[in-house]
């Protein structure tokens, strides 16, 4: 009750309204632009925030660090470039919707769940930081370990033809994460003596060619087919049913998203991830997934503004940031005098409830942003293709460009460009490519940390508890089809008539 | 409207007249500063602050950029390709010497020119709260098991200072564990998966307050203002002093009035109090701050200090 | 589902009814594998750590783990290219030749990049998207010059005023 008041209070100063204001907006549009982010602007910022008030100050980085985290879904949804990496999931059914003529309905759908589960994350934050943050004290190299092979088990999960071509592109996933100096050894691998290469793929420059560039290649070969796209339908928002037939979805979104978020070798791109795999693995109609199915879009947005609350946990409460953005508002909160650490709940609830305030009233105000965005924006997807594709692939080459004003990284982005229109022609879908790079380093590392850790013995690794949980979850996930289908032959075998695969 | 690129070169003669004056026509545009590592790290946020004031006090706008790859080889390959008329400037870190050191570039180290020194973040010896009293129990200890010691990338700079750390100490058996963000080391060590670690005072302050970390000792000539119950490294038994340092540089080639200008300004904005807070947060004083006489002193010796352990590491050797 | 109906009217299959070898889904398995093998072989060209560094698992044990696993999996494909089961000869289209488009734009963007490092970003853009969009039988030339001009003076706006990033010039 005493956080609710002195979070009233910090709202109802108009200073800071217009602050949060500016800052969701400024947010959101850096989001949406492919190539930069949050850290680079938040660094940008970082000079003419600690010379103002210590709370404002902080509040303005933490809101445009939830902001552009929204903004990533909308260049996700509306030309196939994810805006952060961790709207890369968001493309998956985001844009087939888009294709579809359906792009109000997914870009308020992601807003809609941003929102939701940005709410959900910070209300987890306000009640239980502290218990939270000891979350990240049982996570060693070890359950990274166990967690990273859990998220790549579903690779082998779906069932189908292509079973083979998601795993190679897995695989090729995980081989791009190893580009570059080796943690472990400082040798550099697969570098060809370039050293643009030493510091591995930028998987930004990977997802913006993989996806902007291969579509445009595609689209290229669709010219003849005219698209009938009607304004009003374009134009339109999710309906009620929508939202209530996502409820489920969002909530288990933000769940995963708040979770893995409080992991600080983890962040928003592998919680996107995640929620998207699990919200596949277990729904019944799967094989609308990647084909424009709103729970698609609803998961990894839940999940990766869920993450945004979940990573301040433990910058706030241990002092430990979990990403790049928040490593940069610690410095900014040190600059300023604040000690982070479970004191700071103790001796300055005030400043945490602005925090929270400010980041609730992020969430609460692009939610009316994007709505009515939504309405607008949605008709870009009209835009004809003449105009559209050459203009998207200018922003991608300049976004690319622009991170480190270097024209490799340009020349990869079209590199990988080429690499996904021919991988989308013969069937490789691009969601565990980018899987196998975000996940792949992860498994890479956290296997040779707990080998060094545990004295080369991997086998300690299964000793741990929450590895192994997560271990044997795998094990369920990959072996579910199979336990599945040999349901259904034992069903058929007592039912001969009809088709058990009808349902 | 024709009028407009006169009208402001006109105001901008007007503005810049005073500083213009004075040295020859520097700066005539933005100046360049190159950062060798990624948006949003340490030497990004230090170069934030550096140049937030001394952009003010030269009159001309600074953009930070990031060159990453091959430690610093890419940033110096950048810098070296620009005109050496101080437009174009960059952080100025160990790993500079080590890549010149390993000749990725052409550049040998007299053909840089050290500015201005921003940061010397002392390295702290940390272990779990409840495991080791004394960095003579600890060296017990590694004689019948291997400590386990955390830092960042094998063959980076947390790395060479662990090693030198352990052979100064007389750690008998360790193991390095490489971890891909600093923040994962402190909770490692706090959970007892790790056992010690060189880390910054940021890095540790909050685990620290909350008593689940303890420092056993501060790589430092002298105890530090902000931890004086914290012995140094020589008081028990490590000496070795280390630091992660920071600062600027120019090319060789410059003309001495702009690097003097340039020193003056980067001086003048980190004695100003937001360079100062900042030096504050991360549990430093003021004298952090060098002019150009001690930073090139500093980048000397640290380079001969290279060299020797280089060798000795075989960090150097050549690729086949 | 009408599963019988779909495998006799595949083009998967031969006039017997036999499935036919999937020649696409071949070459894929080839390029995989083969690349695989060479990056395979490419790991032996790795730096030796050097000894007082080496601890833990090699550079080169983790890709050519993942390399393994790759070339099994191409291996794999390949087999069951060769030797295709009725269920994948139904759904098996034989691949069509990539239309001229895909490569006359693939060398548009290539252009680009190129243009990027040798007029500048501004020109780049202008002629870029220009080209494509004729390339891509847009006939509307005011449209596309307004069009393409108000977007070129929004990314110099853009990048070079509001984000202050030094566009590549000549």
Wanted: proline content about 5%; hydrophobic content about 50%; glycine content about 10%.
């Amino acid at each position: 009750m005493e956080m609710a008041y002195q979070v009233l209070v910090f709202l109802s100063d108009p200073y800071n309204l217009l602050l949060i204001i500016g800052g969701t907006t400024l947010g959101v549009f850096i989001g949406a632009l492919p190539g930069l982010g949050s850290v680079v602007m938040i660094a940008l910022l970082l000079p003419f925030v600690v010379r103002m008030e210590p709370l404002p100050g902080i509040a303005l980085t933490a809101v445009i660090y939830v902001a552009a985290t929204y903004g990533g879904s909308i260049t996700a949804i509306l030309i196939n470039t994810p805006g952060t990496p961790a709207a890369a999931a968001t493309t998956f059914d985001g844009y087939p919707l888009a294709q579809r003529g359906e792009a109000g309905r997914a870009l308020g759908i992601a807003t809609f769940s941003s929102a939701t589960g940005g709410i959900l994350g910070i209300l987890a934050m306000i009640v239980a930081t502290p218990l939270l943050a000891k979350l990240a004290f049982y996570f060693g190299p070890a359950e990274y370990f166990a967690l990273a092979v859990f998220g790549m088990s579903m690779l082998a999960s779906i069932s189908g033809n292509s079973v083979i071509k998601n795993l190679i592109g897995g695989a090729f996933g995980v081989l791009l994460g190893t580009v570059g100096s080796d943690l472990a050894t400082g040798i550099e691998r697969f570098t060809f003596d370039i050293p643009d290469l030493s510091e591995g793929i930028r998987p930004i420059q990977m997802m913006i060619g993989l996806f902007a560039g291969g579509e445009l290649l595609r689209q290229s070969t669709q010219l003849g087919i005219k698209r009938e796209l009607v304004a009003d339908a374009v134009a339109k928002l999710p309906s009620w049913d929508d939202i209530k037939r996502l409820w489920g979805t969002v909530l288990r979104g933000s769940g995963i998203g708040t979770f893995i978020g409080i992991l600080p070798a983890e962040g928003g791109t592998v919680a996107a991830m995640i929620a998207y795999n699990e919200e596949r693995r277990w729904s019944k109609n799967k094989d609308e997934f990647g084909k424009g199915a709103i729970e698609g879009v609803a998961a990894p947005e839940a999940a990766n503004n869920a993450a945004t609350g979940g990573t301040m946990v433990p910058t706030l409460a241990l002092g430990i940031p979990g990403g790049g953005s928040t490593a940069i508002i610690l410095t900014a909160m040190l600059v300023l005098g604040l000690r982070p650490g479970p004191q700071l709940f103790e001796e300055q609830p005030e400043f945490l409830a602005g925090i929270f305030g400010a980041m609730l009233a992020a969430n609460i105000y692009f939610l009316f942003l994007g709505m009515i965005g939504a309405k607008f924006f949605s008709r870009i997807s009209m835009v004809p293709a003449t105009f559209l594709w050459p203009m998207v692939f200018v922003m991608a080459a300049l976004g690319a460009f622009s991170v480190q004003q270097s024209l490799f990284d340009v020349t990869l982005m079209l590199i990988f460009a080429f690499l996904g229109y021919f991988m989308r022609r013969y069937g490789y879908a691009p969601a565990p490519i980018v899987m196998g790079l975000i996940l792949g380093e992860l498994i890479e590392g956290s296997l040779k940390q707990s080998y060094l850790i545990y004295d080369g013995s991997l086998l300690a690794i299964l000793q741990q508890p929450i590895a192994l949980v997560f271990l044997a979850l795998s094990v369920i996930g990959i072996s579910s089809p199979l336990i599945g289908k040999l349901i259904l032959n034992r069903k058929e075998r007592m039912m001969p008539v009809g088709d058990p695969l009808d349902e | 409207m024709k009028n407009l690129p006169i009208l402001a070169t006109a105001l901008s003669a007007l503005l810049f007249a005073a500083p213009t004056q004075a040295q020859s026509n520097f700066p005539s545009q933005d100046i360049e500063v190159i950062n060798n590592s990624k948006p949003g790290g340490g030497t990004d946020i230090f170069l934030r602050f550096a140049t937030a004031e001394a952009s003010k006090i030269l009159g001309a706008k600074m953009l930070v950029i990031s060159k990453t790859g091959g430690v610093a080889t890419n940033a110096l390959k950048y810098v070296a390709s620009k005109p050496r008329d101080g437009h174009t400037v960059f952080s100025l870190l160990p790993g500079h010497l080590l890549t010149i050191m390993r000749g990725t570039t052409d550049l040998t180290i007299d053909d840089i020119v050290p500015v201005v020194r921003g940061t010397i973040d002392p390295e702290l010896f940390v272990v779990k709260a409840d495991a080791f009293n004394s960095v003579k129990e600890l060296v017990a200890t590694s004689k019948t098991r291997s400590i386990k010691i955390g830092g960042t990338k094998v063959g980076g700079n947390a790395h060479v200072a662990s090693i030198i750390l352990a052979r100064k100490a007389g750690i008998e058996k360790y193991t390095y564990v490489p971890f891909r963000k600093s923040g994962e080391i402190v909770l490692n060590i706090a959970s007892g998966r790790i056992d010690a670690a060189l880390l910054n005072f940021d890095e540790v302050v909050s685990q620290l307050k909350s008593g689940s970390v303890k420092i056993l000792a501060s790589m430092t000539p002298k105890r530090l203002s902000a931890l004086p119950d914290v012995p140094t490294g020589h008081e028990v038994g490590i000496p070795y002093n280390a630091a992660v340092i920071r600062g600027i540089g120019v090319m060789k080639g410059t003309p001495e009035p702009v690097i003097a200008a340039l020193e003056k300004a980067f001086t003048e904005g980190m004695n100003k109090p937001s360079y100062l807070k900042y030096l504050n947060g991360a549990g430093q004083s003021a004298s952090s701050i060098a002019g150009r006489a001690e930073w090139t002193a500093q980048i000397k010796e640290m380079y001969a200090n290279f060299q020797e352990i280089g060798e000795e590491l075989e960090l150097l050797k050549k690729k086949k | 589902m009408a599963k019988e109906t779909e495998i006799d009217s595949g083009a998967g299959v031969d006039p017997d009814g036999d499935p036919v070898v999937q020649k696409a889904e071949l070459v894929q398995a080839l390029i995989i594998g083969g690349g695989a093998v060479g990056l395979f072989l490419l790991t032996f060209t790795f730096d030796e750590v050097s000894e007082s560094l080496a601890q833990g698992i090699g550079p080169a044990v983790f890709p050519r783990a993942i390399l393994l696993i790759l070339i099994f999996l191409a291996v794999l494909l390949g087999y069951r290219a060769l030797k295709p089961t009725l269920e994948s000869a139904a759904k098996y289209k034989p691949a069509k030749s990539i239309p001229k488009i895909v490569y006359l734009s693939a060398g548009l963007l290539t252009l680009f990049v190129v243009g990027l490092n040798f007029i500048g970003a501004l020109p780049s853009v202008v002629v870029f998207c220009v080209a494509l969009s004729l390339l891509w039988g847009e006939r509307r030339y005011g449209l596309i010059a307004v069009t393409f001009a108000i977007f070129t003076g929004a990314v110099y706006l853009l990048f070079d005023i509001a984000l202050n990033t030094n566009l590549p010039t000549m």
